[in-house]
């Protein structure tokens, strides 16, 4: 026995923000189960509308509407009538794309309701989705005509907001376009290192080394964060651990006597122009707080990050078990 989908609206974003109909578009249908196709419908041209319309599913079933060019999927569950099928799924809000695409996990977006005309009226928080998730809310919140959704995705200050169609009980909004509005603001990890590099000789040596690309920092305010620990051989030994940047030793060292035990450092390092930078660390147990400037650079080319280390007195007596750097834009 055939049943019902309920009706939506398809719509974009551009790059300046503005939010236009997806009409004209395909839209391939396939059941939840056995992921067997059943039909393919097309937006209205003019206002990227779908209307509610039977298909061969039995009622209760649950179903996928897919665009060739996305890989994420907008679900609903059929009905045995369009006014049934309208209540099971009503309100919707589709999240159609990854928003980062430099991140190794998608972004989770919070997502609130509020009313541009009532800024008396605190945002009510609705939820926290992942691109390519389906939230649901009622439709008692949105008796206010101006009702809109504004999101935030996690880590950025940026939000969208989505004016809600008045008479559209579902909204689909593609965020494509917020990627390269926010691909300046995410943290980068350049690199990330846990093996266990331990001194093999009584001089200066190199536990870890990350060629920094040029252009990396490209902006004032750009910075570089390091944090690096490891172990000290269970000896009076000397032991001295310490970066060196852009060629440079620098005085955030650990200097330690002591018999055995872990020892951390970590700076940050600030573009201040395209030769200078600033930076600001710390060395424990024993190396205290210091800061310095670096000048004479040449940011545009590649410049090498390191943490070293020497043990006068014998061989093996620092190890670098773990070491993060990552890229933070200004």
């Given at each position: 026995?055939a049943?019902?989908?309920?009706?939506?609206?398809?719509?974009?974003?551009?790059?300046?923000?503005?939010?236009?109909?997806?009409?004209?578009?395909d839209?391939?249908?396939?059941?939840?189960?056995?992921?067997?196709?059943?039909?393919?419908?097309?937006?209205?041209?003019?206002?990227?509308?779908?209307?509610?319309?039977?298909?061969?599913?039995?009622?209760?079933?649950?179903?996928?509407?897919?665009?060739?060019?996305?890989?994420?999927?907008?679900?609903?569950?059929?009905?045995?009538?369009?006014?049934?099928?309208?209540?099971?799924?009503?309100?919707?809000?589709?999240?159609?794309?990854d928003?980062?695409?430099?991140?190794?996990?998608?972004?989770?977006?919070?997502?609130?309701?509020?009313?541009?005309?009532?800024?008396?009226?605190?945002?009510?928080?609705?939820?926290?989705?992942?691109?390519?998730?389906?939230?649901?809310?009622?439709?008692?919140?949105?008796?206010?005509?101006?009702?809109?959704?504004?999101?935030?995705?996690?880590?950025?200050?940026?939000s969208?907001?989505?004016?809600?169609p008045?008479?559209?009980?579902?909204?689909?909004?593609?965020?494509?376009?917020?990627?390269?509005?926010?691909?300046?603001?995410?943290?980068?990890?350049?690199?990330?290192?846990?093996?266990?590099?331990?001194?093999?000789?009584?001089?200066?040596?190199?536990?870890?080394?990350?060629?920094?690309?040029?252009?990396?920092l490209?902006?004032?305010?750009?910075?570089?964060?390091?944090?690096?620990?490891?172990?000290?051989?269970?000896?009076?030994?000397?032991?001295?651990?310490?970066?060196?940047?852009?060629?440079?030793?620098?005085?955030?060292?650990?200097?330690?006597?002591?018999?055995?035990?872990?020892?951390?450092?970590?700076?940050?390092?600030?573009?201040?122009?395209?030769?200078?930078?600033?930076?600001?660390?710390?060395?424990?147990p024993?190396?205290?707080?210091?800061?310095?400037?670096?000048?004479?650079?040449?940011?545009?080319?590649?410049?090498?990050?390191?943490?070293?280390?020497?043990?006068?007195?014998?061989?093996?007596?620092?190890?670098?078990?773990?070491?993060?750097?990552?890229?933070?834009?200004?």
């Amino acid at each position: 026995m055939a049943s019902y989908f309920s009706s939506f609206q398809l719509a974009t974003r551009d790059a300046s923000g503005y939010v236009d109909e997806f009409g004209g578009e395909d839209l391939d249908i396939y059941t939840v189960s056995g992921d067997t196709y059943i039909t393919t419908i097309t937006s209205d041209t003019d206002t990227g509308s779908v209307e509610a319309a039977s298909i061969s599913p039995a009622e209760g079933t649950a179903i996928y509407f897919k665009h060739a060019s996305y890989s994420t999927k907008f679900y609903q569950t059929t009905a045995d009538t369009e006014d049934n099928a309208l209540l099971i799924n009503v309100k919707t809000l589709f999240l159609v794309e990854d928003l980062f695409t430099q991140t190794e996990y998608p972004a989770r977006v919070d997502v609130w309701l509020d009313y541009e005309s009532l800024p008396e009226v605190p945002p009510v928080k609705i939820g926290t989705v992942r691109p390519g998730d389906t939230l649901k809310y009622t439709l008692e919140t949105l008796f206010a005509k101006d009702a809109r959704l504004r999101m935030f995705p996690e880590g950025s200050d940026f939000s969208q907001i989505v004016t809600l169609p008045e008479d559209a009980p579902e909204t689909t909004v593609s965020l494509t376009s917020i990627e390269s509005e926010l691909s300046g603001s995410q943290i980068t990890i350049l690199d990330t290192d846990t093996g266990d590099h331990a001194t093999t000789g009584t001089t200066a040596e190199t536990l870890w080394t990350y060629s920094l690309p040029g252009a990396s920092l490209n902006a004032d305010g750009d910075a570089v964060e390091i944090v690096a620990g490891g172990s000290f051989a269970a000896n009076a030994n000397q032991k001295i651990a310490y970066f060196n940047l852009f060629g440079t030793d620098t005085s955030f060292l650990v200097d330690s006597n002591g018999s055995g035990g872990g020892w951390q450092m970590s700076i940050q390092i600030i573009r201040v122009s395209s030769s200078v930078v600033r930076v600001a660390g710390l060395g424990l147990p024993d190396g205290g707080a210091d800061y310095a400037e670096i000048t004479g650079l040449t940011l545009s080319n590649a410049n090498d990050l390191k943490v070293q280390g020497r043990s006068p007195d014998n061989t093996g007596d620092i190890t670098l078990r773990m070491v993060r750097a990552v890229l933070i834009p200004a």
